[in-house]
């Protein structure tokens, strides 16, 4: 069974970097089809995507973000990071890693998270 | 960029059926899916491909998406269904995401 487990600093302070790691246990990080992402949820709100990697280290992010996260991956480890330059108190927010499904069909793209880890708050403040 | 939206709360009684719908433009040319989170927990998937249901989701659950519009259907609500909702779509390399639905089961 695939796990995800998110682990990092619960403070940062403000224009800090934040930086997370996911390891993955149960499969490989280098499996075909497979991206792996952050997606966070401040407090009481919905779910926002960070961005995403392949294995090979192509990347995607959400443009909102401007530029200030940065997602790498190291096979060896079978583990992918995340950091997020400039924080501020509105990047508070519980931060999820996922495994997403990516695949054309027909003329669409289908892409969904199927495994996500259980989470981890990252509070903004001095 | 391209936006999701669904309404903030849909409330039902038990054992009827709860419909959640997802609106973004031309959305049934894409494909969408559908995640479930309770309090406390990470988001789990439930419908992913418009209409297909992940291993171990119960069948009362499916979806469907055409012109504008996507819907998730929960047919015979549980209490146990209680929860948020959100619909995601990708577009143009980048993952969007619904506001989410409180569904109320009362």
């Known amino acids: 069974q695939l796990q995800l487990q998110e682990s990092g600093p619960g403070l940062v302070k403000p224009s800090e970097t934040l930086s997370l790691t996911c390891a993955v246990s149960g499969g490989s990080i280098s499996s075909s089809n497979y991206y792996w992402g952050w997606i966070r949820q401040p407090p009481g709100k919905g779910l926002e995507w960070i961005g995403s990697i392949y294995y090979s280290g192509n990347t995607y992010y959400n443009p909102s973000l401007k530029s200030r996260g940065t997602i790498s991956v190291d096979t060896s480890k079978n583990q992918f990071s995340l950091k997020l330059r400039s924080v501020t108190a509105a990047d508070t927010a519980v931060f999820y890693c996922?495994?997403?499904?990516?695949?054309?069909?027909?003329?669409?793209?289908?892409?969904?998270?199927?495994?996500w880890g259980q989470g981890t708050l990252v509070t903004v403040s001095s | 960029s391209y936006e999701l939206t669904q309404p903030p709360s849909v409330s039902v009684s038990p054992r009827q059926t709860a419909s959640i719908t997802c609106s973004g433009d031309r959305l049934g040319d894409k494909y969408a899916c559908w995640y479930q989170q309770k309090p406390g927990q990470s988001p789990v998937l439930v419908i992913y491909?418009?209409?297909k249901r992940p291993s171990g989701i119960p069948e009362r659950f499916s979806g469907s998406n055409s012109g504008n519009t996507a819907t998730l259907t929960i047919s015979g609500t549980q209490a146990m269904d209680e929860a948020d909702y959100y619909c995601q779509a990708w577009d143009s390399s980048t993952v969007v995401f619904g506001g989410g639905t409180k569904l109320t089961v009362l």
């Open positions: 491909q418009d209409t």
């Open positions: 996922a495994r997403s499904t990516s695949v054309g069909v027909n003329t669409a793209m289908v892409y969904y998270f199927d495994y």
